[in-house]
């Protein structure tokens, strides 16, 4: 039986995980947050029993998205030396 | 005051999402016409030539299913009734790893990002994880049709092993070439066996070998055989990818 | 065998309490991922331990998980602490060099 409330709380961290990294003054902690994000959005598909869906979250959008914009920034602060 | 407008509308818009997910959405209630539909469809038995038979008559591991014996009736979803969708998703994929690419080579050639001191804990351990973290993902993807996870997610855990490759030292560059015709071949595979699909049986990407019995790891005809060709094909990508933002030589 | 499993879950999941409590507790980040590492390391051996005990057809499986626990744990925490210290982030005074 799914909880209607525990999807609720972790909806209601998804929005706040998202306000802060949109609100976030380095571009580095906006990046962390993103990610948080989306391991909180993994947490919110097994609830709602789709482990496939999770898996797939957990792995590109809490792992190798964040590489993704970590490595990027990485490039572009090399760039602006 | 913009700050104040957006928090307004931040919240506004949670209350309308909290209200909704409350009273109209409801989830996992099963006393609606749709719940009961759905878990109908869901529980149902092939077996017998009622179709609302009592559901435990399916025994995991002995009886046979409609879902060409996938257990995991995602998988049977994705590889079987819409594999022509999964055909596009691939497609999609290839396209965004060839924009990657394009996107460096045109930025000229880039300098390999030398770490200044590799992590000595790190290069020692990743000899022994390599193997496991890649076993892993070969063993997620083979055994798709029988637990969650498949091609996508077991492509993406190698992808990480290759990355994990290059934070460990210095030395390691990714055979560029390889990959490349790693994932051509896997690619031309998933056409040929829908090619073979519409030969034996008259439709794109039909099942044409035997399904087996339920939760056996020769199971599910053509699925696992699909799913593992996407998997060697997203890796190689997901690793391509990985290789171009880490730059050459 | 099942109350043997249990109780090794219910082990497993005070050290896991106690890691999260450490975590919030502690002063920088040094001793955060002290806390946080062993603890959890131990709490997840003991959890995947319980589970294999209880449902015995699973007990390869999580002896294989508290395997791979044990190698990536460790090493994981080394590095962050490394990446921390490169990057430069300061101790607390509390802490104490070596």
Do not use: C
């Not at chain 2, 009886?63 to 049977?76: G, K, V, Y």
């Amino acid at each position: 039986m799914i909880n209607p409330g525990l999807s609720s709380l972790f909806i209601f961290l998804v929005f706040v995980a998202s306000l802060l990294a949109v609100e976030a003054k380095k571009a580095f902690r906006a990046v962390l947050f993103m990610s948080l994000a989306g391991l909180l959005t993994a947490v919110i598909f097994v609830l709602w029993k789709a482990p496939d869906v999770a898996m797939t979250e957990a792995a590109i959008g809490a792992g190798f998205t964040t590489f993704l914009f970590l490595m990027a920034l990485n490039r572009i602060r090399g760039k602006e030396k | 005051m913009k700050k104040v407008i957006a928090l307004l509308l931040f919240l506004g818009l949670l209350f309308f999402l909290g209200t909704g997910l409350e009273q109209g959405l409801k989830l996992g209630d099963r006393n609606t016409l749709a719940g009961k539909a759905g878990e109908a469809y869901l529980k149902r038995t092939v077996n017998s030539a009622d179709p609302s038979a009592s559901p435990s008559q399916v025994e995991y591991g002995s009886e046979t299913d409609i879902e060409e014996n996938a257990a995991n009736t995602l998988t049977a979803v994705v590889v079987g009734y819409r594999s022509f969708d999964t055909l596009g998703e691939v497609t999609v994929l290839f396209l965004a790893a060839t924009g990657v690419m394009a996107l460096f080579f045109a930025s000229g050639k880039k300098k390999r990002l030398a770490l200044a001191k590799p992590n000595f804990i790190l290069s020692v351990s990743s000899g022994f994880l390599l193997p496991l973290i890649i076993l892993f993902g070969a063993y997620v993807f083979t055994h798709g049709h029988l637990t969650p996870g498949g091609g996508f997610q077991g492509g993406t855990i190698i992808a990480a092993a290759v990355l994990l490759l290059y934070m460990a030292g210095n030395a390691y560059k990714a055979p560029a070439t390889g990959l490349k015709v790693l994932e051509g071949f896997s690619g031309a595979g998933y056409l040929l066996i829908g090619l073979a699909g519409l030969l034996l049986t008259g439709f794109f990407l039909n099942n044409f070998l035997p399904s087996g019995k339920m939760g056996a790891l020769f199971s599910a005809g053509v699925i696992p055989v699909v799913y593992i060709l996407i998997g060697l094909k997203v890796s190689a990508e997901l690793s391509g990818i990985v290789s171009d933002y880490m730059g050459e030589d | 065998m099942h109350t043997a499993g249990q109780i090794f879950i219910l082990i497993g999941t005070f050290f896991m309490f106690l890691g999260g409590l450490g975590v919030f507790r502690m002063p920088d980040v040094y001793n955060r991922l002290q806390a946080g590492t062993k603890a959890t390391t131990l709490g997840f051996m003991s959890i995947a331990l319980g589970v294999g005990l209880s449902q015995p057809q699973w007990l390869l499986k999580a002896l294989v998980l508290i395997a791979f626990i044990a190698f990536t744990n460790p090493v994981s925490s080394s590095v962050l602490a490394r990446a921390a210290m490169k990057r430069g982030i300061p101790a607390r005074k509390v802490t104490r060099h070596d």
